[in-house]
């Protein structure tokens, strides 16, 4: 027989009734740790909030320390002629949108090649790594010239995702953002266009891949 008065009881249900508890809490507080929650009620215990967990990165680095480099490009070539390196296709989108704007020369520069771990736009990929969408200079560091993009895939292509995904590139063509997707598949490299902004979700167990300039 419990040793507790009607009062009592009455007290505590009206109690848990004015913090909000549902009959569900109700249940759940029944089937838990009652010793803990014994301890903190006597003082000799405290609660804690849980913090919560660190947010996954949406992408991570996998290439860093392999000393890859691009060489200096005159920026004269383009995606839309490179016929001989995209022998599987391009998109021909590249014409239509006019995403076929010659670059301005380039010194050496270094790559980084990253990997997604998370789902994500091509706003939040770039967003992560530190480019002010809102910012059109901020924009342009994180983006090659088409012969740069080009140079790479020519020069270290074990760094593209292979199975058909996507390795990513940001240039930029007649003041407008695009996004080159290079695939591997077996008749070679074949390469699409998107505008920046499209909302797409690119999934992360795809774990498509994403090259920038390395910034100091």
Not at 72 to 93: H, L, M, P, T, Y
Not at 195 to 213: I, K, Y
Request: glycine share 8%; hydrophobic share 40%.
């Amino acid at each position: 027989m419990s040793s507790y008065k009607e009062g009592q009881i009455n007290q505590l249900a009206n109690a848990l009734e004015a913090a909000d508890y549902t009959p569900e809490d109700v249940t759940s507080l029944g089937q838990g740790d009652l010793i803990s929650i014994r301890s903190f009620v006597r003082g000799q215990a405290r609660i804690v909030p849980i913090e919560p967990p660190e947010p996954l990165p949406i992408l991570k680095l996998i290439s860093g320390g392999q000393g890859l480099v691009i060489g200096a490009c005159d920026g004269k070539r383009i995606i839309a002629k490179a016929k001989e390196v995209f022998r599987s296709g391009i998109d021909s989108d590249f014409e239509r949108w006019r995403a076929n704007e010659p670059g301005q020369p380039t010194p050496k520069t270094v790559p980084d090649v990253h990997e997604m771990v998370k789902d994500a736009t091509f706003s939040q990929m770039f967003g992560f790594l530190g480019a002010d969408i809102d910012d059109v200079g901020s924009m342009r560091k994180y983006c090659f010239t088409q012969h740069q993009i080009i140079d790479f895939v020519e020069k270290y292509p074990d760094w593209l995702r292979a199975d058909g995904y996507a390795t990513f590139f940001l240039f930029q063509s007649h003041d407008e953002f695009f996004v080159a997707g290079v695939c591997v598949s077996s008749d070679g490299l074949f390469v699409r266009v998107s505008r920046f902004e499209d909302g797409h979700v690119w999934r992360a167990g795809r774990r498509r891949r994403v090259v920038v300039p390395q910034l100091a």
